[in-house]
């Protein structure tokens, strides 16, 4: 529902009926006690975002492909997560650095706190990341997590070669 609520607020306010449309879409899965997981919701929200189209998508693609190595490391772990825990729209700064944390340990790279902040913030000022409104603390992205990871790895690899 903070979801759903979100989206409005960032993309739709003036119209409720969008948000009508997207609880009765998932309506039917809650009222037979199916779980109402991330991919249902952004199914049902995807009316209120402009995300509809692969154009959409490969435009996203192409501003993910501007970032450095630390934001589309960023991006990994955000979506990777998100794809991990399916009923989870959004994660937390603090498990947020903490995933980015171990990937940098993983792959050998060193960075400070700062990095992983500054990555945030390009992301969020290139409307791939969102702030909860609710809590700051709280990040989602419109686009299909596996879209954004597929992209962010291949980008990071692609870095990685250059070096």
């Known amino acids: 529902m903070r979801y759903i609520t979100d989206l409005v607020v ?8 969008t948000t009508v449309e997207a609880l009765k879409a998932l309506w039917p899965l809650a009222s037979r006690g199916e779980e109402v997981d991330s991919d249902a919701v952004r199914s049902a929200t995807s009316g209120i ?13 192409d501003t993910i492909s501007m970032n450095d ?5 960023v991006v990994e ?35 400070v706190p700062q990095d992983i902040e500054k990555s945030l913030q390009t992301l969020i000022f290139q409307s791939i990341v969102f702030e909860s409104g609710y809590s ?28």
């Open 77 to 111: 772990a955000f979506c990777e997560h998100l794809m991990h825990y399916k009923t989870e729209t959004y994660i937390d700064r603090g498990t947020l650095n903490e995933l980015i944390i171990i990937k940098c340990e993983e792959l050998g790279v060193k960075h």
């Open 49 to 61: 975002t402009t995300f509809a189209h692969d154009n959409d998508y490969m435009d996203l693609i």
């Open 136 to 163: 700051q603390n709280l990040l989602y992205v419109l686009a299909p997590p596996d879209i954004l990871y597929d992209a962010a790895v291949s980008l990071r690899r692609e870095l990685a070669r250059r070096k």
């Open 10 to 17: 960032e993309f739709d306010a003036s119209k409720p009926k």
């Open 69 to 73: 190595f630390m934001t589309l490391l």
